[in-house]
């Protein structure tokens, strides 16, 4: 059975800073999204990683993949508060993609 | 383009009614989802359809029957609601580059 693993639920950022969140996922596979969804809306689609080594940035978001090592990070530049949002990861398995997610990361900014 | 729409964004049932959550795409995709979102569990795959006419249960099945009327539009019907089924109900879709779009959600209380 297939496990995605998101540490740490919650993650309060200071404006400016950087950071890293990670999501780990136990068995093979060669597709990894990243998501954001905002309070009481859909899911944003962010990225799509289907190789590895694969990295993709838009904005202050980077994301890569390690599909050796089952882990993708996102790396933060200088949060910023537009950034305050829950981020999933999801691991697709199979022709169709079948999606199975992570439990997210709340993250917050502070000035 | 609509791209992923649902029907109805809130619904409100008592034990045991019925009702069908309605999603439909005019993106040409082929596999198209259906989702249910808990609070703290992320998301989880009820069933999905590769195509049009054929459908295969994912993760969590039980209590749900499913519609792939054509290839637009595919149904998630509950036959006799429980309180457990409250949750938030997403409908996706997958394009030629495996990116998954998400409609705006369909809201569920079961009271």
Redo the contacts between chains.
């Keep these: 059975e297939l496990k ?1 693993e998101q540490n740490p ?1 919650f993650l309060s950022m200071q404006e400016g800073k950087n950071y890293t969140i990670y999501c780990n996922y136990s068995t093979t596979s060669d ?1 990894l ?1 990243w998501y954001r969804q905002d309070p009481g ?3 944003e ?1 962010l990225f ?1 990683l ?1 190789s590895n080594g694969a990295v993709k940035q838009e904005g202050r978001l980077m994301a890569s993949l390690d599909t050796k090592a089952r882990l993708s990070t996102l790396h933060i530049t200088a949060a910023v508060h537009d950034l305050s949002a829950t981020y ?1 990861c ?1 691991v ?1 398995a199979g ?10 990361i709340t993250l917050s900014v502070r000035p | 383009n609509a791209g992923v729409t649902q029907t109805p964004k809130f619904q409100v049932l008592k034990t045991g009614q019925s009702m069908t959550l309605q999603c439909a795409q005019d993106m040409n995709h082929n596999s198209m989802y259906w989702y249910r979102q808990d609070p703290g569990m992320g998301l989880r795959l009820i069933y999905y359809s590769a195509s049009e006419g054929t459908t295969d249960k994912g993760e969590v099945p039980n209590g749900y029957n499913v519609s792939r009327l054509n290839k637009r539009e595919f149904s998630l019907r509950l036959e006799s609601a429980a309180p457990s089924q409250t949750s938030v109900y997403f409908c996706a879709t997958l394009s030629d580059w495996y990116e998954q779009y998400f409609g705006p959600g369909t809201r569920l209380t079961v009271t």
């Design positions: 995605v639920l597709r999204y809306k859909s899911l689609s799509v289907l999933f999801a697709g022709a169709n993609s079948k999606l199975t997610f992570g439990k997210g």
